[in-house]
């Protein structure tokens, strides 16, 4: 494929992921030849049984996973790149800048209070500390995380209240792709609702969104396109002897 | 379908695009202690105000490494460069004596496991910050004596015991000393040799919770070695893997962990409790 200026915000070409598994000497197929544009403001849903790929799919763009084949061309503001191939410094730069990934999973950093976390990715942009401050309580509270937990540590928090910490800190600075595991798995209904609320939000502003959800429901007004892994059969798993080690 | 192996990107290091510049970039580094050949043909590229952690059991080489930056040992072979502000030194391993001192004591940090490799332990906490500026050129007493305070308070040493010797302080305590002494001159590379070994838990999370505001809000380059997987994790940006003296894998650090490729790091993954 050619680097036209007309891609898309981000091609996904032939993408396959295989876990090599050296202790028992087995190869496991995670998905093969997933390919899918995707436009700014567009949001695509992934479906599939469990243990079809969705999340290792998404964990694969986010290249927490390395592809065994296959293209994921991102049209970065620098440029093209091909984030299968992308050299670590770039990925790095592109997760602070332009790339988010939320996960149903708070990785609550001991010892640094809910509001600090959420402020974090301001921070990092350059806000001043006090406007990165205030716009944190702001999500803290859109979120429903009640103000006498805005100082105290997540890692003591509920699941529930970590995820809605979680999601303020990923949302709280408009990416250009988002990419979203699963997001409402232990939210309560008002927490839901100020989600559906941030992701149009973010997706009327040009943000957009792969996602992963336990209940699509909530988000089926947003949903432009679906893509059903469990239509993109993978071997079963199989030997590694071919594989030099 | 047949699966491409040979595309995985693997442990190569693929194109960069975006042209970020390295800090740091060692080339082919060798080195053999007698019969042990403790580093082979080892690259290491460290970016501005990045963490990058180094894995490994012990021998793997990796102190080695650490002590190649710090310009105290020189390899048989190999090529390492730092990019500083108005400075083009060429292979600082061509570097004298002295102008290894005096780059080290302006650029690069130090933070060993053992604060009796980077302390004076009967000289006063303040002084030990203090001797890393005097080796600089500063000479002014309260000059000294206000920059190793404010090298104290930011590696957040209690201010009330500056004049206490190290050998009368907690090994925490010893090692917030050490980071004063390190960051005192705002080098461009801070480098970590188990700075948390050998601490309480709880000691040691106290650590690294300095070491994470200073990166944060200092955006001081670290290099950190470390056998803990936990702390790497913590701390890392990007992680390095060696093992026998060689580098068997680098990447992401969630990548490296959550997808190891080589099958030593898939071991040592695996073996974390």
Redesign the interface.
Known sequence: MTQSNHLPLLRVEGL?K??????LDS?L?AF??ISFDLHEGEFLLLKGRNGAGKSTLL?TLW???????GHIWYQ?K??P?DL??????????LRREEIGFVTQFLNA???VAAQDIVA?PL??AGYAPHEALEQARHWLGEFGVRPELWRAYPSTFSGGEQQKVNLARALILPQRLLLLDEPTASLDVGARSALVRRLADLKAGGVAIVGVFHHPGDVADLIDREIDLATHP??AESELTH?A? | MSIDMTSAPATLLPPQLMQTEALLSMRGLSRSYGEVRALRNVDVTVYPGEVMGIVGESGSGKSTLLRMMNLEDTPDRGDYRLRLAGRDDGNLFDLGRYERRMLCAHHIGIVYQNPHLGLLMKHSSSGNVAERLLIAGERSFDVLRGKARDALDASEFPLSRMDARPAELSGGMQQRVQLAKAIALEPALLLLDEPTTGLDVSVQALVLDTLKRLQRDRQITMVLVSHDLGVIRTMADRVLVMRHGEVVEQGLADQVFQDPQHPYTQQLVHAKL
């Open positions: 396959s295989t876990f090599r598994m050296y202790h190869m197929h093969a030849d964990r290249r927490s996973y390395l592809p065994v084949a970065s620098l440029g790149i299968a191939r992308a050299a670590d410094v770039d990925i790095a730069l950093r001991p010892r974090e921070r990092l993978v071997p594989v080690v």
